[in-house]
């Protein structure tokens, strides 16, 4: 990270985080605490200080035993600012550590604010890019330790955070960021035209897929690619929608299954999917809520205003019409609801449910 992209409010730098804690256990601890309240902010705007009792002022919360404190906090807070010594911090969260996928983002600093550690969680907590703010707010030396940012390479989980797309396979993903740290020729094959950052790469059409022995990454939607014996790890972009009406009362079950179904039919996997677009009236049927559930996405309600201006793009239907005021919702939906991108394969219509799928033109 580069100090003239750090992001700031007013005059605090922001943190990549939206739930943040600092926790201190001496006085002088406290003190640095309040400099770094003052330097910096999460996008929240959610930073609290915490400190023992018998170092209690004004602003800071209770610790009233400090095991207690870090098993809350790493339910609680997406990263925690520790000022204490690094033993004492590892001592205390050694049990709690679950994989770099869940544990927070932990940042170590010495009473005297010299150091500024990433400690767990660098790249998937945002430790590291947090510890550079960090350091930049109160300057401070920033001391990260993970390899690929020592080398000043990007390892395949940042990477993967930096185009908006989502790891599944870890065990390769640590096997190609091993590739990477060894200063082997990578090569990306990618449905979408990639930023000028990643020309150092050797980027190829996902429609010429092949084996390379110095490590894959490839970047699809698609569920049919076949790789299993490589050294190659698949990042799935989070750039599709699928459009939904139903009829009222619909089973939830049912409702998913058609998903499945789809996906299927077009090879897409589950992974990709960015959001459920649907209207007003659609919202709270039962179905589509355990639907958006169960593929762990969101939920976009479509303006009927926005879809009277495009809908003559498909077919529609007069009881649709009557019934709901526009004449095509899962096709219009999905489109406005996808950026008004591409539509992929048939719309399913089966047993009351209505369906149709959109990739995005871009992968952000």
Not at 52 to 61: A, D, P, S, V
Not at 85 to 113: F, H, M, Q, W, Y
Not at 350 to 361: F, P, Y
């Amino acid at each position: 990270m580069k100090k003239d992209s750090l992001i700031r409010q007013e005059s605090k730098l922001i943190l990549n985080s939206d739930n943040a804690c600092i926790v201190s256990i001496t006085k002088q601890g406290n003190e640095l605490a309040k400099l770094i309240k003052n330097k910096v902010t999460t996008r929240k705007g959610s930073l609290k200080s915490y400190t023992l009792e018998k170092f209690k002022t004004k602003n800071f919360h209770l610790i009233k035993n400090l095991d207690l404190f870090f098993r809350e906090a790493f339910d609680k807070f997406d990263t925690i600012i520790a000022i204490m010594a690094t033993g004492i911090v590892i001592r205390k969260v050694a049990s709690l550590l679950n994989s770099k996928l869940e544990d927070p983002g932990i940042i170590v600093l010495g009473v005297n604010g010299k150091n500024v550690i990433s400690l767990i969680s660098g790249h998937h907590g945002h430790a590291n890019e947090n510890t550079i703010i960090l350091a930049e707010a109160i300057n401070s030396n920033p001391v990260i330790t993970t390899a690929s940012d020592n080398l000043d390479l990007m390892s395949v989980d940042m990477i993967a955070e930096d185009l908006n797309t989502k790891i599944v396979d870890y065990s390769a993903a640590k096997r190609v960021t091993s590739k990477i740290i060894e200063g082997k020729s990578i090569t990306i094959f990618s449905d979408y035209k990639l930023p000028e950052s990643y020309n150092s790469y050797i980027i190829k059409d996902i429609n010429s897929i092949s084996s390379n022995e110095n490590g894959n990454i490839i970047i699809s939607e698609r569920s049919d690619l076949n790789y299993s014996n490589w050294d190659t790890v698949q990042l799935y972009p989070k750039n599709i929608t699928i459009g939904i009406g139903t009829k009222k009362n619909i089973d939830s079950d049912l409702v998913i299954s058609k998903i499945e179904k789809l996906l299927k039919l077009n090879n897409i996997s589950s992974y990709s999917i960015k959001s459920l677009a649907t209207i007003e009236e659609k919202k709270e049927e039962n179905g589509i809520i355990k639907a958006k559930n169960n593929f762990k996405t969101k939920l976009e309600v479509i303006d009927k205003k926005e879809i009277i201006k495009v809908e003559n793009q498909f077919q529609t239907s007069d009881f649709v019409r009557k019934t709901v005021g526009v004449g095509s919702v899962s096709e219009a939906c999905g489109y406005l609801g996808s950026n008004k991108g591409d539509q992929i394969g048939e719309v399913l219509k089966e047993d009351g449910v209505s369906l149709s799928l959109w990739r995005r033109k871009s992968i952000n």
